[in-house]
């Protein structure tokens, strides 16, 4: 029996407590130290957000395509949606967890608009940017990505085996820079205008590169 399989018995057997959007989902769950599983979606497409003690643990989106887990998962999660909220023995609910788990909580805990940087003070729209970064084309990954704003560091996160990392952010102009094993530092900048975007990064020269 597949994962998702065991999760929708699981959720059947399981006390729905509510639907929430999602920054009420977050509140409730802390509040209440809630252990349960959380979930929006279709037939075609689901997203699970697991929460151990009241803390958004792990993380899994599902599709005819297949499944992503924790970190990968839970960057593609909307704010916009209505959870239903079930509640899940703590113990289970831990172990749900230690499978998919999110270790960048930057990717699920909601961040007001005022927390957020602003370009030219106005308020623009929250997205995610996803950065590939590669050497002589091909995909490095391990190394360190840091997004900044000035000499302020925002956010982290180390890329994964296909060389990527991804962020939530406000649309705007962001100082980045990759650090790789041997500690080079590849300072770049992005220029973020829509709600999703990629870019790619390539460390193979000793210069870093500007990106729009």
Avoid: W
Wanted: proline share 3%; net charge negative; glycine share 10%.
């Amino acid at each position: 029996m597949d994962f998702i399989k065991i999760i929708d018995e699981l959720l059947g057997n399981s006390i729905y407590q509510g639907d929430f959007r999602y920054d009420e989902l977050l509140k409730i769950a802390k509040s209440k130290k809630i252990s349960g599983i959380a979930l929006f979606g279709d037939q075609e497409q689901k997203f699970f957000l697991v929460f151990a003690d009241g803390e958004p643990e792990g993380a899994i989106m599902h599709d005819p395509k297949g499944s992503l887990y924790g970190d990968k998962a839970a960057y593609r999660m909307s704010e916009e949606e209505t959870y239903e909220l079930f509640l899940v023995n703590p113990e289970i609910a831990r172990g749900l967890a230690s499978r998919c788990r999110i270790f960048d909580k930057s990717h699920v805990m909601k961040r007001l608009p005022e927390e957020l940087p602003t370009i030219g003070g106005k308020r623009g729209r929250i997205g995610v940017m996803c950065i590939s970064v590669s050497r002589d084309a091909e995909p490095v990954s391990g190394v360190r990505v840091s997004i900044r704003k000035g000499r302020q560091e925002l956010l982290t996160d180390v890329t994964s085996v296909d060389g990527k990392v991804c962020f939530k952010l406000m649309n705007g102009r962001y100082d980045c820079v990759v650090f790789d094993r041997n500690g080079e530092m590849y300072p770049f900048m992005v220029d973020f205008k829509d709600q999703y975007a990629e870019t790619e990064v390539d460390i193979g020269g000793s210069e870093g590169n500007e990106h729009a």
